[in-house]
């Protein structure tokens, strides 16, 4: 079943430390998984688009990581800042269908 | 940067009123995309366009129909408005299937 999954669910930070968000997927046959941030009451900017060869993507402060094998990725955010506060959403592209399934996102909220 | 721009932040309507939500970008994407997002969902596919005049249903269709007259266009009309229609409705775009959306700021919808 083509499926995304996020964890955690929600996540609470002090300012100035690091986190790592996780994201499982079933989706088959792959084609990109991209990371999405998006603020409260906005649309997702995307962070990051990976491929089944990239393994390491980085965007400043974000670096996004892929495991094809494991079907696992994760986005690491360094020395965060108040304005990281957010959702973030992983996207990954059926590679048949090329319909983007979305996951249900990892609310993060960084905290002074 | 491309610019996604949905007509309305916010919107509240009556039951059975027909309401249109207007999405302009203006980079001369040939994809454009309509979803809509609730709490503890992931973002769902209402429809898409490819090209002008051209028009897919997504995963939920039902109850909502679509126009797309001018490539930079593309708007979404709910025939009657019912109350399992409040949520946030999303916009986007994008280049091909291998680039990323551009998604709009979103309208949120309530219908009473």
């Known amino acids: 079943k083509n499926q995304v999954e996020q964890s955690p669910q929600s996540l609470i930070i002090l300012e100035g430390k690091n986190c790592t968000l996780q994201c499982n997927y079933t989706v088959s046959p792959f084609s990109n998984l991209r990371w999405y941030k998006q603020d409260t009451g906005r649309g997702p900017v995307s962070l990051t688009i990976?491929?089944?060869?990239?393994n390491t993507k980085s965007n400043g402060r974000y670096t996004a990581t892929l495991d094809a094998d494991t079907k696992q990725s994760s986005l690491h955010i360094t020395a965060s800042q108040l304005s990281d506060s957010a959702s973030y959403i992983c996207?990954?592209?059926?590679?048949?269908?090329?319909?983007?399934?979305f996951g249900t996102g990892t609310l993060l909220a960084v905290q002074p | 940067d491309v610019k996604v721009t949905q007509s309305s932040r916010y919107l509240v309507k009556r039951t059975g009123e027909k309401v249109f939500l207007e999405c302009v970008q203006d980079m001369d994407h040939e994809n454009m995309f309509w979803y809509r997002q609730d709490p503890g969902l992931g973002l769902r596919l209402i429809y898409f366009s490819y090209d002008v005049k051209m028009k897919e249903k997504g995963d939920i269709p039902e109850g909502y129909s679509v126009s797309r007259e001018k490539k930079e266009r593309f708007s979404l009309i709910l025939e009657s408005a019912s109350t399992n229609q409040t949520s946030m409705y999303l916009c986007?775009?994008?280049?091909?299937?291998?680039?990323?959306?551009?998604f709009g700021s979103g309208t949120r919808l309530t219908v009473v």
């Open positions: 996207v990954v592209r059926n590679g048949a269908t090329n319909k983007l399934i």
């Open positions: 990976m491929t089944f060869s990239e």
């Open positions: 986007a775009s994008s280049f091909d299937s291998n680039y990323g959306y551009t």
